[in-house]
């Protein structure tokens, strides 16, 4: 079975300019959740979401969007980049929102 | 403010020795606890998860040490291998809610 997919792998953008990184979760999950991860950290939480509806949002400013579509796939959508929007960014994927989160590979942004 | 603080930063271990990572939790709404591993260049794959009505859970060589009263969790993996060398997390979530990680764990396992 396929696990969580995501693309692209890597990404190298300018100050300024805006990115949308892909999600698709695992068949039959529903729930699918962004973290950013910073080169040395663990992940941040950004969005949650749960038959398409936003369900939680992390502390991060408006630039960061995100959306669901019927198929359950995601895209977690950055504006006007800055240099510190530099990391691996996570998507997870889960039945309902419940407890179990599994973790696709990861796009690397880069930002210069 | 850091809701789960784990240590140590870095763990370096021989071959078949115990490997022991902990974790600190504040916010008592938590009742899922999970491990992750994560190897270089790859997204985090969960290990082991507990919840907080059993002190202990063990699956092959990992275990889940739970103390409620500390708001404390351990993870311990016995026998330890050189392919066990990755960053550790701990996690913590409550019902409905975002998981909250640990700052990681860098394992290295020496042959």
């Known amino acids: 079975d396929a696990g969580v997919t995501q693309s692209p792998t890597h990404l190298i953008k300018t100050r300024g300019q805006q990115v949308t990184l892909r999600c698709s979760p695992i068949?039959?999950?529903?729930?699918v959740s962004w973290y950013q991860q910073v080169l040395g950290q663990g992940p941040q939480f950004i969005f949650q979401?749960?038959?398409?509806?936003?369900?939680g949002r992390g502390n991060f400013p408006d630039r960061f969007s995100a959306r669901q579509f019927p198929n359950y796939s995601s895209e977690l959508n950055v504006n006007a980049l800055l240099l510190g929007d530099s990391a691996l960014y996570l998507c997870?994927?889960?039945?309902?929102?419940?407890?179990?989160?599994?973790f696709g590979p990861g796009t690397r942004l880069t930002v210069t | 403010q850091q809701q789960v603080k784990q240590s140590p930063q870095s763990l370096i271990v021989q071959k078949g020795g115990i490997s022991i990572i902990n974790c600190a939790y504040e916010?008592?709404?938590?009742?899922?606890f999970p491990w992750y591993q994560q190897f270089p260049g790859k997204g985090p794959a969960l290990l082991i998860a507990?919840?907080?009505?059993?002190s202990e859970k063990k699956e092959g060589r990992f275990t889940i040490s739970f103390n409620k009263s500390a708001k404390q969790f351990s993870l311990h993996i016995m026998d330890s291998q050189p392919g066990d060398s990755a960053t550790y997390f701990c996690?913590?979530?409550?019902?409905?809610?975002?998981?909250?990680f640990g700052s990681g764990t860098q394992l290295t396992v020496l042959p």
């Open positions: 997870a994927s889960s039945t309902d929102g419940s407890y179990e989160q599994y």
């Open positions: 068949s039959g999950h529903k729930s």
């Open positions: 979401y749960y038959e398409k509806e936003e369900r």
């Open positions: 916010n008592t709404a938590f009742d899922y």
């Open positions: 507990i919840r907080p009505d059993v």
């Open positions: 996690a913590a979530r409550s019902f409905g809610k975002q998981l909250t």
